[in-house]
Nanobody
Framework: EVRLVESGGGMVQPGGSLRLSCAAS????????MNWVRQAPGKGPEWVSG???????TYTTSVKGRFTISRDNAENTVWLHMSRLEPEDTAVYYC?????????????????WGQGTQVTVFS
């Protein structure tokens, strides 16, 4: 059974930082692309970032230069370091795996999802 468990969310003021983690079991993150998707209140899911098995990273425009995705294969964990947070970043952040080794923003193709972690940016 595949499990993805996110943690690290919380409440932070604008300009602050958080680091989210996604611990995987039942799959090797070294063999699949990994992604972060967020859903803000009243909005649909938004793809945020992805990392391929080769380490190639990509980001949605609104977080470029502020968020960094990384992967620790030994710990089987994916990280999302978020800095210079803005109120617009408030959302539940989900980790998602797959569908294969390459990146795609097509969320309907992701094989496995975590339960999400809440990030709230407030003044």
């Amino acid at each position: 059974e595949v499990r993805l468990v996110e943690s690290g969310g919380g409440m932070v003021q604008p300009g602050g930082s958080l680091r989210l983690s996604c611990a995987a079991s039942g799959l090797l993150i070294s063999s699949t692309a990994m992604n972060w998707v967020r859903q803000a209140p009243g909005k649909g899911p938004e793809w945020v970032s992805g990392i391929s098995v080769d380490g190639f990273t990509t980001y949605t425009t609104s977080v470029k230069g502020r968020f960094t995705i990384s992967r620790d294969n030994a710990e089987n964990t994916v990280w999302l370091h978020m800095s210079r947070l803005e109120p617009e970043d408030t959302a539940v952040y989900y980790c998602a795996a797959g569908p294969g080794v390459d990146l795609t923003q097509r969320q309907n193709l992701y094989a496995d999802w975590g339960q999400g972690t809440q990030v709230t940016v407030f003044s």
